[in-house]
């Protein structure tokens, strides 16, 4: 491997590693969000609901961090075309119906989206983690 090869498989390997990290943080911002929904959906009111919107936001925070670090990772690898840039979109709609008409079927669309959510961060772990160990190996 030439040293400008070992550059860029260095500098692939820091991408991915900010976007583990990335994600990581992400699956444990919707971790919350999902403890606070289920706790919504079985005993909650108004002010589970406001807490659990709330964690949302971090949640949609953490992974639009995520994306773009998964953006520069995938930018780093032109030729890795199979890890999904990371959307999590509850709503506006359904953070208002949630926190107006606190009612178990809105719940359950919400609690649904964030499962969601977290299904395609975990996917989206296994893949980088996949990607940055034959990297690490090749180095």
Do not use: C
């Amino acid at each position: 491997m030439t040293p400008d090869e070992k550059n860029e498989v260095s500098e692939a390997v820091a991408a991915g590693r900010r976007a583990l990290a990335s994600l990581e943080r992400a699956a444990g911002a919707l971790e919350s969000a999902s403890n606070w929904g289920a706790f919504d959906l079985f005993l909650g009111g108004a002010i589970s609901s406001l807490v659990k919107h709330a964690r949302l936001g971090g949640a949609r925070e953490a992974l639009e961090a995520a994306r773009d670090d998964l953006y520069d990772f995938t930018r780093e690898l032109r030729d890795v075309s199979d890890i999904e840039v990371l959307r999590m979109d509850v709503g506006a709609l359904a953070t208002a119906l949630d926190v107006l008409f606190d009612n178990p079927f809105v719940d359950l669309y919400v609690q649904k989206k964030i499962e969601d959510a977290r299904d395609n961060v975990a996917a989206a772990v296994r893949a980088t983690r996949t990607v940055l160990a034959r990297l690490e190996a090749a180095r």
